[in-house]
């Protein structure tokens, strides 16, 4: 099998590497006694680096393995295999004693404002807890700073999480991240549980902050047009793997991957005049305990060229876009492809 | 917490009720010494089995010795018995289940099978047991009555704390560095304090019960020290002539026992977090 | 697709009906009596839906859209109460029949697709179990020709395999699947009308346009009119003929789609759109909605939009505006309809930006 490697552009400053990270999940069937453990394969080989002060987007359905991902790389996960490198350091094994101090400089907005929020904690008490987890001297000042700098009025302080509405929870949620001033915010789905209007004003405020603040953002979703909006750079996920990566805008305008292209052709315009015939993929995903060979994506593709799909595991072409995709469609000689590329097959670190 | 009790009770008029009986009991057990007309344990035997009267408004024993005194110093023998047992079995059971459900692995498996095990046994029956080990008396009746019930906190607590683990206020302490001793306390304990506290007003009555009912048998507390049960007990030979011995025992242990039930109730529905309310 | 017909397409096609209303609801107001006093969650709703159609009731959560939509089933959760108002179907106020006679109405003539079809559906039984025991209750099908039909239903909505599916269980089933089962189980009697409350919303893109295209398809060959309860505005652009747009409890304005997307009328309309991120430059901020919704008890008079909108004046805080045409079948409750200029999504400025976006 080839090994599946990708370009990089190149980043001056990577402030997050990822290289062949894997997660699995060994299941026990459900028997008496007996039976083979079954292996969940959520994050598959997938590398790719965030540099400072850039937001990453994570496009992908559910199962396809970004939120594993985010929860690996912030190590709330143990990876399996490959190697995460924050602000130099190797963190992939780091026990948790070593890692504490580097928690601080990585935070998580969560999507379920509800239940991401201690029920029984003040907002005050909720907003302090980082620093006072780490010992950071601070004062009733500085909380009311963070609620400002979230958008959030002081009289919120002495309320309990059930009070606010969910746009205000999202709020108390990003001010308790900013807290201990991270590099790095990794937001998962953090607006889908929203109205539009609220989530335009969450948008905006994470947009501000990322300007403000130079704050590295890895924002994961599956609503195309946030990430669009929100992201310089975005990786398309598809059971556990990466099969498009590249500038956002140019990669969900002009897609290259088979499944990319089903994807932002999925999405309903609001635009009543140019409703239009959608790429309809059948057959949902398939399980991730039993993947399939080659390309994962072959068992539903619309334009699958042969066996060679079902049979080698696509290495990274480079894209027009100027990211690259993961797809023998784009294999010099098909036709298809861009005008001379070849398989690009080297490590991270790599320079295009 | 106390927001939600308050609301409950307003529209709740049996659990103001009961709490209102419940504080009675408290203040009875408290201050037994002021509140009791005569000397529970003085014995005057030329007025035995008296029936109610001015002097002794509920008559006296067997002993002579007067009744409403003896049913003072009972409440205050129960709710000894009682408070302890709850604290106790409320205090190693929840940290039992929160270690057991925080952990996971083999201590989580080895706490809940030797929980199960216990939990086997009827409670009264352990408690049984327990006493002929470690021999009957007050103290005797609390160790075996704790051992007793802590099963059931361990239990409670585990469940609950195995379905907070998976919160995402708990994945957010961790991604901001929280160790685990802490997140235990702060953010798994005060989660759970809603069903243990409906499980210590539970416990309680159910404490109350067992105690009068080992002391009916003769394992709990021992006379002359006044017990529900055991003046239960004394009165059952002259049912048919005194009845009020055990009557009035027997209602005040009824009372108070519902008081508690009720007060559960009320709790469990103020409590749950997934009622919705307009 | 259009050489074949459907089994429902032949039935439907038999009957001959006119393009009358099939549903007519007029000044419907719920309430729901709370601790803080009542709450007027649907106040003052008209709607009208005709034979064929699919309209679209859309607005943020809490506007009233998934309550109006049960204020017709005669499903509202307690202790919500229909107050005032006339429901009409096919002719007749539904209001005024019978708890039984509104059963029998609602699964036969009406069918309903929930949003989360994991709930929607019992776990205990299968799915043929129960798709049957709909039309046990409403046909005189014998065991042998329900089985039948159920097969014939699930192959009706694109299941592939449907006498396998038909002996599953739900949570067997992904969620795309349910789906298709809820939505054959809504159409198990022939409907006239589905009322769809957010169809789409827990499902995954690529699941979400097979959805919809079944939808579409329904509409075609089956003639089923729909009343589409979603947030999305995207969704209703590619579904719908028509559409309301809620805001606190009241219908605030009313259009054909194309209308409502080329030159929306009330300020709220188009807040909503530009919230969307859509394919829009990510240099400039999206046009959030300060604030939020206001409560809906002791609703002063004037517009209830009015401290979230941008064009508000003094008479917006005293005079509530009334819903006003504004053009053929497109209607507006707001004072200045006629004379602001609101950008939609379909407006001219923005079709540079749109020319763009990706064409398939």
């Known amino acids: 099998m080839l090994q599946h490697r990708c370009i990089e552009m190149s980043q001056v400053d990577p402030l997050l590497q990822v290289t062949d990270l894997s997660k699995h999940f060994s299941l026990r069937k459900e028997r008496l006694w007996g039976g083979e453990p079954q292996v969940l394969r959520a994050v598959d080989n997938v590398t790719f680096e965030i540099g400072r002060g850039e937001s990453f987007g994570l496009v992908g359905e559910s199962g396809s393995g970004k939120s594993t991902l985010a929860r690996s790389i912030l190590r709330l996960h143990e990876p399996t295999s490959g190697r995460i490198v924050f602000r130099g350091t190797d963190i992939t094994h780091l026990p948790e004693r070593d890692l504490r101090p580097l928690r601080r400089h990585m935070q998580m907005v969560f999507q379920d404002t509800k239940s991401s929020l201690n029920p029984r904690l003040r907002i005050r008490d909720i907003v302090a807890e980082p620093l006072v987890t780490h010992k950071l001297p601070h004062s009733a000042a500085d909380v009311n700073e963070l609620m400002d700098k979230a958008g959030l009025s002081e009289v919120f302080l002495d309320r309990f999480p059930h009070q606010l509405s969910g746009g205000q929870r999202q709020r108390v949620g990003i001010a308790r991240a900013l807290a201990l001033s991270p590099d790095l915010i990794v937001a998962d789905e953090p607006v889908s549980a929203l109205d539009v209007s609220i989530q335009a004003q969450i948008l905006n405020l994470l947009k501000v902050l990322q300007s403000e603040m130079g704050i590295t953002f890895l924002l994961i979703a599956h609503d195309i047009s946030v990430v669009t909006y929100f992201c310089q750079r975005v990786a398309v996920m598809y059971l556990g793997q990466v099969v498009e990566l590249g500038p956002s805008r140019e990669v969900m305008g002009n897609p290259s991957h088979p499944y990319t292209r089903a994807l932002v052709s999925a999405v309903p315009r609001t635009d009543p005049r140019s409703r239009r015939s959608r790429i309809v993929l059948r057959g949902e995903i398939p399980s991730p305990l039993s993947p399939p060979t080659g390309c994962p994506f072959h068992t539903r593709c619309p334009v699958k060229i042969g066996p060679i799909c079902s049979e080698v595991a696509p290495p990274a072409y480079p894209t027009a876009s100027g990211g690259w995709a993961a797809c023998h469609l784009l294999a010099p000689g098909t036709g298809a492809s861009n005008s001379a590329s070849s398989p690009l097959i080297q490590t991270g670190e790599g320079k295009v | 917490m106390i927001e939600s009790i308050s609301t409950e009770m307003r529209g709740n008029p049996p659990m103001i009720i009961a709490m209102a009986i419940i504080t009675i009991y408290m203040a009875i057990a408290l201050f037994a010494p002021v509140i009791a007309p005569n000397d529970p344990n003085r014995q005057d035997l030329r007025r035995t089995l008296e029936a109610p009267s001015r002097e002794y408004p509920l008559g006296t024993d067997e002993y002579g010795r007067d009744l409403l005194s003896r049913l003072v110093y009972a409440t205050r023998s129960s709710t000894v018995v009682a408070v302890s047992v709850v604290v106790a079995s409320a205090v190693i059971g929840t940290a039992l289940g929160i270690f057991a459900g925080y952990r996971g692995g083999f201590v989580d498996s080895l706490l809940m099978r030797a929980s199960d095990i216990m939990m086997a046994f009827p409670s009264l029956v352990l408690a049984l047991g327990l006493i002929a080990a470690i021999g009957p008396g007050l103290r005797g009746t609390i160790i075996a009555l704790a051992i007793a019930y802590t099963p059931v906190y361990a239990r409670i607590v585990r469940g609950n704390v195995l379905s907070i683990k998976e919160e995402a206020y708990i994945e957010s302490a961790q991604t901001i560095g929280v160790n685990s001793t802490r997140i235990a306390v702060r953010h798994v304990l005060p989660n759970v304090a809603g069903p243990v506290l409906v499980q210590g007003a539970l416990t309680f009555a159910f404490a109350v019960l067992s105690e009068a009912g080992l002391s009916f048998v003769g394992l709990g507390v021992a006379p002359p020290t006044a017990s529900f049960g055991n003046i239960i007990a004394s009165g059952r030979d002259y049912i048919s002539t005194a009845p009020w011995i055990s009557t009035s025992s027997g209602i005040a242990t009824v009372l108070i026992v519902l008081s508690l039930l009720i007060l559960a109730d009320g709790l469990r529905d103020a409590l749950d977090p997934y009622q919705h309310r307009f | ?360």
């Open chain 3, 1 to 360: 697709m259009m050489s074949n017909l459907s089994p429902l397409q032949q039935i439907n096609s038999g009957a001959t009906r006119e393009m009358g209303q099939l549903l007519e609801v007029r000044g419907l107001r719920t309430e729901i009596p709370t601790r803080r006093g009542v709450v007027r969650a649907v106040d003052g709703v008209d709607l009208v839906l005709h034979e064929g159609e699919v309209v679209g009731l859309v607005g943020e959560s809490g506007c009233g859209k998934t309550l109006t939509a049960y204020s017709i089933l005669d499903l509202l959760p307690k202790p919500g109460v229909v107050a005032a108002g006339e429901i009409h179907f096919r002719g007749e106020d539904l209001r005024r029949k019978s708890t039984e006679e509104r059963r029998a109405i609602r699964g036969n003539d009406i069918g309903m697709i929930f949003q989360e079809p994991l709930s929607a559906l019992n776990p205990v039984f299968t799915v043929e179990t129960q798709i049957g025991d709909v039309l046990r209750t409403h046909t005189n099908l014998d065991s042998t020709a329900i089985k039948e039909r159920v097969v014939e239903l699930l192959g009706h909505v694109g299941i592939s395999a449907p006498e396998r599916v038909a002996r599953s269980y739900p949570f067997e089933l992904s969620g795309g699947m349910r789906q298709r089962v809820l939505i054959a189980m809504a159409i198990a009697c022939r409907p006239a009308l589905l009322i769809a409350d957010e169809p789409t919303t827990a499902l995954d893109a690529t699941i979400q346009a097979q959805i919809m295209v079944l939808l579409q398809t329904l509409v075609e060959e089956d003639g089923v009119s729909i009343l589409l309860i979603t947030h999305d505005l995207a969704l209703v652009a590619e579904l719908c003929d028509r559409v309301y747009v809620m805001y606190a409890g009241t219908v605030v304005e009313m259009a054909p789609v194309e209308d409502l997307y080329v030159r929306p009328r009330h300020p709220y309309t188009s807040a909503l759109f530009q919230c969307i991120p859509g394919f829009q430059p990510s240099d400039r901020p999206l046009a959030a909605i300060e604030g939020s919704v206001p409560m809906l008890i002791d609703i002063p008079p004037g517009c209830r939009f009015a401290d979230r909108c941008p064009y508000v004046a003094d008479r917006c805080r005293t005079e509530t505006p009334p819903l006003v045409d504004v053009g053929a079948g497109h209607r507006a409750a707001c004072h200045f309809a006629d004379s602001l200029d609101l950008p939609g999504p379909a407006s001219e400025q923005l079709e540079q930006d749109h020319a763009s976006a990706p064409v398939y």
